[in-house]
């Protein structure tokens, strides 16, 4: 028996594509009238005293060591150790939520719900997961893909994850995502996928043209009747090297591409801004006709997941991505560090359009911190281990024909041995 306030979530959703999308967790899932709802109301009513946070108050304030204030002297008690509520500090969803109409035009007019914040985009992602996939209801991505993706379908949700193929001739392969997608939807009714761009572990993002025939074929599904997820995974937003790339997220097209698509953004400042061990990401959704009370509801659901999990993303990483959002030099440092990846990518670029392998090729890429190798004729873990054990330099084996590089995380006086290095190597096997 369903609890009685995941009942009324879910009638509010009753209809929507969400709903038919949802797993069972996800029916299940609920926000509860508890701890924290109840300390929500006793801090609106609660004049005289509150005592409903499990929290240390001196002079009504929290309480905080000097040990721990010296080192963020311009933050407050309340902006460093005091709980956040469960779906995020709401002056940074609201800021986050407008910034996203600035970094994609295309969403002025559409409607989205308010962004909720996660302790970082893989989080988001599992989060995504627990309220929509199951035994029965696969989560499809590209290949090659992070492999993170592979243990949440499969360890955490217990589901399958099913692939279409990258690439074909040093495009995006439009044919196998069409076939992955129909194919989807012929043999269990619905449509799970999540687009990643730029992606990890290739680093590509998809051109205009190929972004626009992307969304035809998500279309062309959902026009047929299929409730399509449509997950776009925006972790190195904004990260692009080449002209011709399309600067919009995919969410922007398929917030509202037609009812039967639930579109689903996660991102955050983590690769963004530059602040990876924060740990702060954001969940929001879109979908065709949807109400806001039918997006509250949502957000309800997915707080319930967050509740049941973490309890709440941290107070300190939300606060300080707040100010530095509100900085007035924040953009100009961070277009200097984007310039720096553009540096190091052309550098990359300029290396492997230049050198030829028996066994490496290089597959397509633009933007984000990666580049990846297709290692033809060998194995690309025993690659792995002859770079780091005879040279003493890291990469990634993603599987067993793929290496990747975070040209990212290489200077640029280094770029030249290292990639000397690989294709040396890779011929000495």
């Known amino acids: 028996m369903l609890n009685p306030l995941a009942q009324e979530l879910n009638k509010v959703l009753e209809g929507t594509t969400a709903w038919s999308l949802f797993s069972e967790f996800g029916k299940r899932i609920y926000f509860p009238n508890g701890i924290i709802a109840q300390s929500g109301e006793a801090k609106k009513l609660g004049k005289v005293a509150n005592g409903t946070i499990g929290m240390t108050v001196v002079n009504s304030k929290p309480a905080m060591l000097d040990a721990i204030h010296k080192f963020a002297p311009e933050l407050t008690t309340g902006e460093l150790v005091a709980y956040a509520p469960t779906a995020g500090n709401p002056d940074l969803r609201n800021f986050w939520k407008n910034a996203l109409k600035e970094k994609n035009p295309l969403l002025k007019e559409k409607s989205y719900s308010l962004p909720a914040v996660v302790p970082g985009l893989t989080a988001g992602i599992s989060y995504m997961a627990d309220l929509f996939i199951d035994e029965d209801k696969p989560l499809l991505a590209a290949n090659p893909s992070w492999d993170n993706y592979a243990l949440i379908t499969e360890a955490r949700r217990n589901a399958e994850f099913h692939m ?158 707040l100010k530095a959002l509100s900085d007035p030099s924040y953009n100009s440092q961070k277009l200097e560090l984007k310039a720096t990846l553009k540096s190091r990518y052309e550098l990359v670029r300029k290396f492997v359009d230049s050198h030829t392998s028996s066994v490496l090729e290089a597959l397509p890429f633009n933007s984000g911190y990666f580049m990846s190798f297709k290692v033809k004729g060998k194995d690309a873990e025993q690659l792995r281990k002859k770079i780091l054990n005879d040279y003493g330099i890291g990469t990634v084996s993603i599987d067993s024909s793929t290496l990747r590089v975070a040209f990212s995380s290489l200077e640029s006086d280094k770029i030249e041995t290292v990639y000397s290095t690989i294709y040396k190597a890779a011929e000495e096997l």
Not at 195 to 215: M, R, V
Not at 241 to 266: G, P
Request: with cysteine; net charge negative.
């Open 164 to 321: 279409f193929n990258l690439f074909k001739d040093g495009k995006f392969d439009i044919d196998s995502f069409k076939k992955a997608v129909e194919d989807e939807a012929k043999k269990y009714g619905s449509v799970r996928v999540i687009l990643n761009f730029p992606q990890n572990p290739s680093g590509y993002s998809p051109t205009h043209d190929e972004a626009l025939k992307i969304c035809d074929v998500l279309k062309s599904a959902a026009e047929k009747g299929t409730k399509i997820l449509a997950v776009s995974d925006d972790a190195y937003f904004g990260l692009n090297y080449e002209s011709d790339i399309e600067s919009q997220s995919l969410f922007a097209y398929t917030s509202d591409l037609h009812e039967n698509i639930l579109a689903v953004k996660i991102d955050g400042p983590t690769k963004e801004d530059f602040v990876w061990g924060f740990r702060s990401g954001f969940l929001t959704f879109a979908s065709k006709g949807m109400t806001e009370e039918q997006y509250t509801a949502l957000v309800t659901k997915l707080m319930g997941t967050i509740r049941s999990s973490v309890s709440c993303a941290a107070t300190p990483s939300q606060m300080l991505i």
